[in-house]
């Protein structure tokens, strides 16, 4: 049996197409480039999800391993935004002797503003923290994280 001559056509048409489309997708995936960002200021849009150093660094010596936010047993609920923050915030008040023995724990409340709650009471804005040195502490925080993301 002799397979027609239109069949055979149609097929190598086949293969001609599927053969250009894979070459096409491999030189459209070597233009990518997944390390730099429209702007030397801004990270890749990929990197923009990776966890502070301060929080990957929570994690791993909690046996964790590398999360997005680490979050304790016993603290208040927090998006991930502001867990994030308060990791960087916990790395700042470790290495402040005036600070050092503040217990801070960021939340997010129902409307998702950030929360502040300082030794067990609570303030809405940064601007409320009546202690200088930590109200500047939080601020420096929310700036790392913020030219992070």
Request: glycine share 6%; hydrophobic share 40%; proline share 5%.
């Amino acid at each position: 049996m002799q397979i027609p001559i239109s069949i055979f056509i149609i097929g190598a048409i086949a293969i001609v197409v599927i053969l250009g489309i894979i070459v096409a997708l491999v030189l459209q995936s070597r233009q990518v480039n997944l390390t730099k960002a429209n702007s030397p200021e801004e990270k890749p849009e990929w990197m923009k999800s990776s966890p502070p150093k301060e929080t990957m660094e929570a994690t791993l010596a909690e046996g964790e391993g590398v999360t997005l936010y680490n979050y304790d047993e016993g603290e208040r609920l927090a998006a991930p935004f502001a867990e994030q923050i308060e990791d960087i915030l916990h790395a700042l008040l470790k290495d402040d002797p005036q600070l050092s023995s503040v217990k801070v724990d960021l939340g997010t409340s129902d409307s998702g503003t950030l929360e502040i709650w300082v030794n067990g009471e609570k303030y809405d804005r940064i601007e409320d923290i009546p202690n200088e040195a930590l109200h500047n502490a939080v601020l420096q925080a929310v700036q790392k994280w913020d030219k992070k993301k």
